[in-house]
T-cell receptor, first 114, second 114 residues
Framework: EAQVTQNPRYLITVTGKKLTVTCSQN?????MSWYRQDPGLGLRQIYY???????DKGDVPEGYKVSRKEKRNFPLILESPSPNQTSLYFC?????????????FGEGSRLTVL | AQSVTQLDSQVPVFEEAPVELRCNYS??????LFWYVQYPNQGLQLLLK??????LVKGINGFEAEFNKSQTSFHLRKPSVHISDTAEYFC????????????FGTGTRLTIIP
């Protein structure tokens, strides 16, 4: 089954404690992206990757890091989480070119930073 | 750069009534347009897309949307809604040249009243 898998789905942590949200896709997609969803703000892009070892900032990259060492995986790293990073996070993937826009989303990871 | 405006944050509709969810975009270049649906506690999934050709596009679950270039709109419609259509709906736009990013609107929450 084609899918994007995120872990953990739910996480409560404290300020400053490093955490990683994993994302894996089994569709051999070149493009992967992270979004955060906040009430009234819709989805905002954090980082994206056009292919292995190619990453770039989205609209709200501050406080986040990513890496793309393998095509299927695109982890999101919060080095020192703060309460304003409490949000619902989505990973998404797509084929390249015109297909960017036809995104497949994971089920989301709800993060609370105390 | 492109932007998207979803004029209604919440739309309540009686079951079996028609619905229209409004989406307007702004862009200096030609665009591709998308509607995504997010059911409660799930990720987003593609509902329909406009890339080129016929301005009336049909999607899953009986939804359709019409691209109106002169009014820069891409409104989503369904002639008769069902309880299962309760969800949040996001309009999204990207430029048609190169690998431009996808920009999401802030979403419209559709509530179906029995």
């Amino acid at each position: 089954e084609a899918q994007v898998t995120q872990n953990p789905r739910y996480l409560i942590t404290v300020t400053g404690k490093k955490l990683t949200v994993t994302c894996s896709q089994n569709m051999n997609h070149e493009y992967m992206s992270w979004y955060r969803q906040d009430p009234g703000l819709g989805l905002r892009q954090i980082y994206y990757s056009m292919n292995v070892e190619v990453t770039d900032k989205g609209d709200v990259p501050e406080g986040y890091k990513v890496s793309r060492k393998e095509k299927r995986n695109f982890p999101l790293i919060l080095e020192s989480p703060s309460p304003n990073q409490t949000s619902l996070y989505f990973c998404a993937s797509s084929k390249q070119g015109v297909m960017i826009g036809e995104l497949f989303f994971g089920e989301g990871s709800r993060l609370t930073v105390l | 750069a492109q932007s998207v405006t979803q004029l209604d944050s919440q739309v309540p509709v009686f079951e079996e009534a028609p619905v229209e969810l409004r989406c307007n975009y702004s862009s200096s270049v030609s665009v591709y347009l998308f509607w995504y649906v997010q059911y409660p506690n799930q990720g987003l999934q593609l509902l329909l897309k406009y890339l080129s050709g016929s301005t009336l596009v049909k999607g899953i679950n009986g939804f359709e949307a019409e691209f109106n270039k002169s009014q820069t709109s891409f409104h989503l419609r369904k002639p008769s809604v069902h309880i299962s259509d309760t969800a949040e709906y996001f309009c999204a736009v990207r430029g048609s040249k190169g690998n431009e990013k996808l920009t999401f609107g802030t979403g419209t929450r559709l509530t179906i009243i029995p």
